[in-house]
């Protein structure tokens, strides 16, 4: 659950931090206020793409940054988060992300960095966020299988079939290549061969190039390094002014006024300090003075090794064009080398082994085909029972949201054309999951995307969040509705709202509106304003209780937070719907 949200220099926010309790949150205000912002933040915080364009004006840096609670029972994101030696404290989670004007960014879970895909995928276990355009993904049939999965409690289940279905592939793709000809493999080893010995002989050290680099500036510009050299040990310990006799001379005289007045004996010990430091560092820069050599023979030795593993970098380490590929991430120096050469040699004995590899591949994948077979057939078998369960209970929500007459659904269908031919099977399974809808009386089930207008499919969404939520198999604990009121009003806006409220009493809803009827029934109620202050535009936000929270109710239901008739209306509202 959000408990506090504290949000800076972004967009027209400058800095806020607010407070949250469970149940309904509902954010109202002026069109333009800035409820979008907050929306946006709040995306932000849960890894979404974002640019500079987000930093408020005159800002270097945006941030946004949370304090979680954390359910107990919540084994998904318990898991996550051990897998990767983050420990929570007391069941809370802090949240940071950040970018820069430069377009560096930057986030954390507790005070452990993470990317910005590893966000993602750790707050999309915590919080679903439903914008004015998310539910176009409801038309996306690969969502209907995930919706039913979740419900069905199968997403793990789906997972490993996933895993091994992957599995199975890269084992055929592998046998595929067994069965090269002999010429082709003969070829590829002699190349392989060749590379391994060559690299071999080079006899490469990890970080090579850059002590030679080194080494070579202080070769090829050892005439200035000597006269700088020479110009330091002469100020130093070898002038008649130097570092060392001046120190010295000092020190005496020190030694002397300190015997005559005590006082001065913390700064006598500090000059001695000071010369004996001297002393030393003049030994050891004698030392290296001494130690210089013009060594042309040893510059064009290091110049020799240099140009060699700039050759086989060029040749091993490029990005395409040779014969194994390069790792995943591009290395920079001899390790991209040493790394090519034990890829090589991987290849080298899988190629060498051709048959009997092809042998135990062969097995390995029978062994493999025939345990996907039974686990999509299971599958199979626990979706159409768990669409036979959800597609009832989304239905009857829908009902209640203004489409009374609606039909709703979950067909599970064999892959491919039933009767052509083998059972085709997927990387999920052997199934075409679909949601089907007849939102008229009379007319047949179809596919959302040529029945549901974009209100309509709006509220499919609502019903089936409402229905995972009921059944206690997601483990999200936060849901965002960001004007999930567009285009619906009446009782339709009612039922929208009674259905928040009830998803409320088990989730932490937070829910961007314009109706009155739906935030009326608010656990929380935050408005958000806009105004100007020393000449900048600053978006804020505030909790609303009693007479405030009156007042936006009417503005809300007549544009008018004083009239006697919307407040009246307001009071009416309020007294129907507060919440127990």
């Not at 806009?530 to 009417?554: D, F, N, Q, W």
Request: proline share 2%; glycine share 8%; with cysteine.
């Amino acid at each position: 659950m959000l408990e506090e949200l504290t949000v800076r220099n972004y967009a027209l926010i400058d800095s806020l931090t607010i407070s949250f309790r469970g149940g309904l949150t509902i954010l109202t205000g002026e069109t333009g206020a800035g409820k979008s912002i907050m929306v946006g933040a709040l995306s932000f915080l849960l890894g979404a793409k974002a640019d500079t364009d987000v930093i408020r004006t005159g800002a270097e840096e945006a941030g946004v940054s949370a304090v979680l609670s954390l359910r107990k029972d919540n084994a998904e994101a318990l898991e996550w988060l051990s897998g990767r030696g983050i420990e929570i404290d007391d069941g809370e989670l802090v949240i940071r992300r950040s970018v820069k004007s430069s377009g560096r960014g930057a986030a954390y879970i507790q005070n452990a960095p993470v990317t910005r895909g590893d966000l993602e995928e750790f707050m999309a276990i915590l919080f679903d966020i439903h914008g004015q355009h998310a539910h176009e993904s409801l038309l996306r049939r690969e969502n209907h299988r995930r919706y039913l999965d979740r419900f069905a409690a199968l997403e793990e289940e789906a997972a490993e079939f996933n895993r091994l279905f992957l599995s199975l592939a890269e084992k055929k793709k592998a046998y595929e290549v067994s069965l090269s000809s002999a010429h082709d493999r003969e070829m590829r080893l002699e190349i392989l061969n060749y590379a391994v010995e060559e690299i071999g002989r080079a006899k490469l050290k990890s970080g090579e190039s850059r002590e030679l680099e080194a080494e070579a500036s202080r070769l090829g510009d050892f005439e200035k390094l000597a006269g700088f050299v020479n110009t330091c040990a002469d100020t130093l310990f070898d002038g008649e002014l130097s570092v060392v006799s001046l120190a010295r001379r000092a020190k005496n005289a020190l030694d002397n006024a300190a015997a005559i007045d005590g006082g001065l004996a913390a700064l006598q010990k500090r000059l001695e300090y000071l010369f004996y430091e001297a002393e030393d560092m003049s030994a050891e820069f004698r030392s290296y003075r001494d130690g210089l050599r013009n060594d042309p023979a040893r510059l064009e030795e290091v110049e020799e090794r240099l140009n060699l593993i700039y050759r086989l970098k060029k040749k091993y380490a490029a990005p395409s064009g040779h014969a194994v590929p390069p790792p995943a991430v591009p290395l920079q120096d001899e390790d991209a080398i040493l790394a090519y050469r034990e890829q090589a040699e991987a290849e080298i004995e899988a190629l060498s082994g051709a048959g009997e590899n092809r042998d135990k591949l062969r097995v390995e994948i029978a062994a493999l085909e025939k345990e996907i077979a039974g686990r999509a057939a299971a599958l199979s078998a626990k979706r159409a029972a768990a669409a036979e369960s959800l597609a009832p209970r989304i239905g009857g929500i829908i009902s209640s949201l203004g489409m009374p007459n609606a039909r709703f659904k979950i067909s599970v269908a064999a892959k491919g054309r039933p009767g052509e031919g083998p059972r085709v099977i997927g990387q999920w399974g052997a199934d075409e999951v679909e949601f089907l809808i007849s939102a008229n009386r009379g007319e047949p089930l179809k596919e959302l995307a040529r029945i549901a207008s974009g209100g309509e499919l709006s509220r499919i969404m609502l019903a089936i969040k409402t229905a995972l939520a009921d059944s206690g198999q997601d483990s999200l604990e936060t849901l965002i509705f960001d004007e999930i009121d567009t285009g619906i009003g009446g009782e339709v806006a009612l039922s929208v709202g009674e259905y928040l409220a009830k998803i409320g009493k088990i989730k932490q809803i937070f829910c961007v509106t314009h109706l009155a009827s739906i935030a009326v029934r608010a656990d929380n109620h935050l408005k958000v304003e806009k105004h100007v202050e020393s000449g900048r535009t600053l978006t804020t936000v505030s909790p609303l209780e009693g007479k405030k929270r009156r007042g936006e109710i009417a503005r809300m239901l007549a544009g008018d937070s004083a009239g006697s008739a919307a407040l009246a209306h307001a009071d009416e509202l309020l007294a129907k719907y507060r919440r127990s």
